[in-house]
């Protein structure tokens, strides 16, 4: 083989790595992202249901039900639209009423929100930053105000 | 100590650093000697300053010192010892302090060691390394100074995060900066050679143990962050492809391209400009995963509380020091000429393969990690690019990693032999068909990747041990030779070896624990009993305590299986009181290689507990397989060939130094 044509080889594979991998991330980005709603937006867009979101917001007070055991209901609001929330699991160690929060499921035919996971930060005075920005958006929440 | 001294020691530091990044780059334009060797000095008293700036932090922390705002914001008198000094880098402004403190040790380092450098090339690298500590240094006392006083002083502390308050943090953040930092020097070294726009197989000698080094620690700070996560959250998830996660990774990707791709440029004197880009690139990714932790423009578990200055500061730090080495790299790359040809099925093949992929998934992770933001900038749209994205493709392409991984060190040099090495793997070939058979059979049915995964990471041990035991000739000479040649291998042979075969071990922890995990979460009263993974668990008695700085419910279980008690597992929720903050404190009991792990949701309304239990089979093996790689770093660097002082090979000869395998031609 000529000098050049080693390397023209070499490139080439090098190229055709490069083009699958590139296809790779096209194609996993295109499945598999997920967006994020407040309930107002759901209201106004009224997304489809099976729609996988994350959905945040603040937890309305006085809505958290334990129904059984580890099945969990609470309702989501960002003051503009209220959205209600089912879960099963343990909630983690900062979800609280009236604090910021993410779950992240799909919307079920009747229109609430079926979560497989609830975030809540690790930061007392920590508003997820999706929330955070929402919330401004709303006119409900100032930066540095604390969230309790 | 004052903290003054602290803050003025600082102050110094930039003076010496300013003064460090000029003289030896100037020394090494005009060619004078004296002005050179002033950078080593520098170096050293640059460690010193800042070393003293941050023993006066540490010590304001152990002694509670609450006139200083940074104490007073991260502490707590009532906190154990420990987690008063670990709380000094356990925010914002100490752990960039911890930062800039690395950085500063690794230019003493080279300083100390680098004795066998040209002067020149030392001269510009310690320039370099100079002026990044003028940009963190001036980082920290514009925007993040820590030795910042309050007046009058508080009586108490706020106390640091509860999350931060373990063992974890004296362990990761250290092992991580020694990672990130330590390509530092690798950019530095690359840097420097394209001011002289010279560089040679001697330099990829000389950066070789410094790459190894920061790849061997970042590696270990990776894997403890894991295991830190893993125990600490609750959650029993040891990886969350959180973007600050994925910033620790895109460098070790990087660095990992980069201690393969300069065994290359060391013994062909090929891949030249790939590698010195590949030295840019891993310091860079470093930077960029400062950027993002610290300038909060993602949400993560590890954003400190954030200043948007910041984000605005280590930007234009990122762009100066990223856009100008890759200006420079631009101007000077088309010097280099390129050095030895190689076919395509070559061990060169092999390790540009290696490359690739690596870099691909690198820039996998980049692209995941960065398309929020920049979807967010351009159309407002708030998305989250989550585990799925990257385990697709990241596994992808590390999964033909694994799979060439064993078939490179068993090609030759210049042109391979496919068919012969892949005749040498067929011992290992067929264990992992026994392997992945046996897999099968436990699982009985379902999806073929933990069959599969298993039998490739079997595989990828097995190789590793086939490439030494093929090296020394086993099979083909006399036992004894055999034995003589492999005492006779160089120790970087088995530290690669050795690492190989670490990535192995990760592999298959990681394949057993994402396919054959239990999970179960309940609600369960005293004596009310549940089963996980084949273990029965009863609640014994739920007991409240008292810490030091916080109040603790204690969930007691006893683990039988098969009707026999083997002992008792513990979680408890504890409640910080300076903060009124909760955490999960998991319980963790370990059998064989895998663990039973249960953790303590609230009281349930109507009396007992919620939990959440996890079998874990095989999930110690993926820090174990982590330390593997990094001892095998380790193992390399201590080669004499590899070390840093070293002069010449030693006299005695060698004759299975290098054996040919392969006959080359």
């Not at chain 2, 640059?46 to 006139?67: E, N």
């Not at chain 2, 012969?420 to 058979?437: D, E, K, N, T």
């Amino acid at each position: 083989m000529t000098r050049k044509k080693r390397r023209l080889l070499v490139i080439s594979g090098a190229a055709a790595v490069l083009a699958l991998s590139a296809g790779l991330v096209l194609f996993a980005l295109n499945d598999t992202i997920v967006f994020f709603r407040t309930p107002s937006e759901i209201a106004a867009e009224g997304t489809r249901p099976g729609t996988r979101l994350r959905l945040g917001g603040l937890v309305k007070d006085g809505s958290v039900q334990h129904t059984d055991g580890t099945h969990v209901r609470f309702v989501i609001t960002d003051h503009g639209a209220d959205m209600s929330v089912a879960y099963v699991g343990l909630l983690p160690d900062l979800f609280r009423e009236g604090q910021g929060v993410i779950a992240e499921g799909v919307i079920a035919p009747d229109g609430s929100f079926a979560a497989d996971s609830v975030l809540a930060k690790h930061d007392e005075t920590y508003m997820p930053k999706e929330v955070a920005d929402a919330l401004k958006k709303q006119g409900v929440w100032k930066e540095g105000e604390a969230t309790q | 100590m004052n903290p003054e001294i602290g803050h003025y020691a600082l102050v110094l530091s930039l003076a010496v650093a300013i003064l460090m990044t000029a003289i030896p780059i100037w020394g090494a334009r005009t060619g004078d000697a004296a002005l050179m060797r002033v950078g080593s000095t520098l170096a050293l008293v640059l460690a010193g300053f800042v070393g003293l700036s941050f023993a006066t932090l540490v010590v304001a922390y152990v002694q509670s010192d609450f006139s200083v705002l940074n104490v007073v914001e991260n502490s707590h008198s009532a906190k154990p010892l420990l987690y008063r000094i670990t709380g000094t880098w356990g925010n914002h402004e100490g752990s960039m302090l911890l930062w800039v403190l690395v950085l500063a040790i690794f230019a003493a380092l080279v300083a100390l060691f680098g004795g066998n450098l040209p002067a020149r090339l030392k001269a510009n690298v310690l320039g370099v390394q100079g002026a990044v500590a003028v940009a963190f240094l001036l980082f920290i006392l514009l925007t993040s100074n820590p030795f910042i006083r309050v007046v009058p002083p508080p009586a108490e502390g706020q106390d640091l995060n509860p999350i931060l308050q373990d063992i974890g943090l004296a362990i990761h953040p250290p092992l991580l900066y020694l990672g990130y930092v330590g390509f530092s020097i690798t950019f530095a070294f690359a840097v420097a050679a394209l001011i002289e726009g010279r560089i040679d197989a001697a330099w990829a000698r000389w950066v070789r143990p410094w790459a190894l080094t920061a790849w061997a620690f970042l590696t270990l700070g990776i894997a403890m962050g894991s295991y830190w996560a893993y125990y600490e959250l609750g959650w029993g998830g040891w990886w969350f492809w959180d973007p600050v996660e994925n910033a620790s990774l895109m460098p070790w990707f990087a660095g990992t391209a980069l201690i393969h791709s300069a065994v290359v440029m060391e013994k062909r004197d090929a891949l030249k400009v790939w590698t010195v880009l590949l030295a840019i690139l891993a310091f860079s990714l470093s930077l960029l995963g400062t950027f993002l932790v610290r300038s909060g423009v993602l949400t993560s578990v590890h954003a400190f509380a954030t200043d948007p200055s910041r984000g605005v500061f280590i930007l234009a730090i990122l762009v100066f020091f990223i856009g100008g080495s890759l200006a420079l790299y631009a101007l000077r790359a088309p010097m280099l000429r390129q050095g030895g040809l190689f076919a395509p099925v070559s061990r060169e093949g092999a390790l540009v393969l290696n490359n690739l992929l690596l870099t691909a998934a690198a820039a996998a992770v980049l692209v995941g990690t960065l398309y929020p933001l920049a979807l967010e900038a351009y159309n407002g749209a708030k998305i989250t690019v989550g585990p799925p994205y990257f385990n697709l493709t990241v596994g992808a392409l590390m999964l033909p990693v694994a799979f060439a991984m064993p078939f490179g060190p068993l090609l030759a040099w210049k042109r391979g032999d496919l068919a012969g090495a892949a005749q040498r793997l067929m011992a290992a070939f067929g264990a992992a068909i026994v392997i992945a058979a046996l897999a099968a059979y436990a699982q009985g049915g379902g999806p073929l990747l933990a069959p599969f995964g298993m039998g490739l990471a079997a595989f990828v041990v097995i190789g590793a041990v086939a490439e030494v035991t093929e090296r020394a000739g086993f099979g083909r000479v006399p036992r004894a030779t055999a034995f003589a040649r492999l005492r006779g291998l160089p120790r970087s042979v088995f530290g690669a070896a050795l690492a190989h075969a670490g990535v192995g071990v990760c592999l298959f922890g990681i394949i057993a624990e994402t396919s054959w995990n239990a999970e179960r979460i309940t609600g369960v009263k005293v004596g009310g009993r549940f089963e996980v993974g084949g273990y029965e668990l009863t609640l014994d008695r739920l007991e409240p305590r008292n810490g030091p700085n916080y109040r603790d419910l204690a969930g007691v279980f006893t683990i039988r299986r098969g009707g026999v008690d083997i002992g008792t597992i513990e979680s408890s929720k504890r409640l910080f009181t300076a903060r009124n903050m909760p955490t999960t404190e998991s319980g963790i009991r370990t059998f064989g290689f895998s663990q039973l792990y249960v953790s303590l949701g609230d009281e349930l309304p109507g009396g007992g507990v919620g939990v959440r239990a996890y079998w874990k089979p095989y999930v110690t093996l993926i820090w174990i397989g982590s330390i593997i790689m990094a001892l095998g770093g380790a193992l390399s660097l201590s080669d004499r060939r590899l070390r840093v002082g070293a002069p010449k090979p030693a006299k005695k000869p060698k004759p299975a130094a290098e054996p040919k395998v392969v006959a080359a031609e």
